[in-house]
């Protein structure tokens, strides 16, 4: 399958990308084709509704790997309970068109135990975007960001978390199995 993962931090050594840096090593440890297209390094531009932005090459590339996608992965930093502006601006140049019937798999990364909030906002916008919301999410909170620090290999990632996390990824590849089975049939 095609897996598309969306970074959406603005900081150079988020944990929310490496998070999303080793949700793409799994997957292609399971034989996935994935693309992870990083907003800190890859910024869009603002969403206007009189600028469609046309020929902006960051710009076409993160429609097109959408649209491309089976399964989709969305990661946050959880900012005042909820999702980052950059990761809101990106998700506003994109439709159902480049969601629908596809599994989302939200991740968020927050200062707090848990980034709830974040989370369930996510899955509030991909439910309008007629994506279906794997049932799992990942939040890492508080000390369980240490794994992912950017110095972290992925070998020591915490034991805990690292089963977590997979477990996680299992499911959300499980259902976009499914999905994607069901609607080429
Ligand atoms: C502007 C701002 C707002 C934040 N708001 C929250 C919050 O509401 N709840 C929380 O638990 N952490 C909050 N934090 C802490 C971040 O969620 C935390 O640093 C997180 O690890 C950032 O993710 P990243 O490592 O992927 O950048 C905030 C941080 C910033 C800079």
């Not at 509704?49 to 491309?68: N, V, W, Y």
């Not at 972290?152 to 959300?172: C, E, G, Q, T």
Request: charged share 15%; proline share 3%; hydrophobic share 40%.
């Amino acid at each position: 399958m095609n897996i598309t993962i969306i970074a959406g931090s603005n900081h150079s050594a988020a944990t929310s990308t490496r998070l999303s840096e080793y949700i793409k090593h799994l997957a292609v440890q399971e034989g996935h084709n994935v693309t992870l297209i990083d907003l800190y390094r890859t910024p869009l531009p603002f969403y206007s509704p009189e600028d469609t932005h046309g020929g902006h090459q960051a710009l076409e590339g993160f429609k097109h790997a959408l649209l491309e996608a089976d399964g989709i992965v969305l990661a946050t930093p959880e900012y005042h309970s909820g999702i980052s502006g950059v990761l809101k601006n990106a998700l506003d140049h994109v439709g159902q068109d480049h969601f629908n019937n596809k599994a989302v798999l939200s991740v968020s990364s927050a200062g707090g135990a848990v980034a709830v909030s974040s989370l369930t906002q996510l899955q509030t916008i991909v439910r309008n975007l007629h994506g279906i919301n794997c049932p799992e999410w990942i939040s890492i909170g508080g000390d369980q960001r240490k794994s992912f620090r950017v110095d972290v290999a992925f070998a020591d990632i915490h034991p805990d978390v690292d089963l977590r996390v997979r477990r996680v990824v299992r499911s959300f590849l499980g259902l976009a199995q499914q999905l994607t089975a069901s609607v080429t049939k």
